[in-house]
């Protein structure tokens, strides 16, 4: 199984960006999918879940309101729109995958990680 997350770089506060995630080695449309980010010296930090089908989506309320997730499983894609960044987003960004949506959101224990993009937000 391969995640390979991309469109991570640097941006002004209060600007925009769009990570996606591609998949492959796993039946996309049969896993839930989810974007982390770490900073550092801080724990990885569950920021949105998306159902397979995409019809339900969930967020961490630092982000709730700013970043959306999204899928399209004909590309065995998921995307996270980051819009109002603030320098406090400056993370490594991973994306996720799982069978349960538990073990995203909850648990934060999904059976596959992406290798991550940095991003970063300048004041």
């Known amino acids: 199984v391969q995640l390979q997350a991309s469109g991570g770089g640097l941006v002004q506060a209060g600007g925009s960006l769009t990570l996606s995630c591609a998949a492959s080695g796993l039946t996309f449309s049969r896993y839930a999918m989810g974007w982390f980010r770490q900073a550092p010296a801080k724990e990885r930090e569950f920021l949105a879940g998306?159902?397979?089908?995409?019809?339900?989506?969930y967020y961490a309320d630092s982000v709730k309101g700013r970043f959306t997730i999204s899928r399209d499983n004909a590309k065995n894609t998921v995307y996270l729109q980051m819009n109002s960044l603030k320098p406090e987003d400056t993370a490594v960004y991973y994306c996720a995958a799982d069978q349960s949506l538990h073990s995203i959101v909850e648990l934060t224990t999904p059976d596959y990680w992406g290798q991550g993009t940095q991003v970063t937000v300048s004041s």
């Open positions: 998306i159902i397979r089908g995409g019809g339900s989506t």
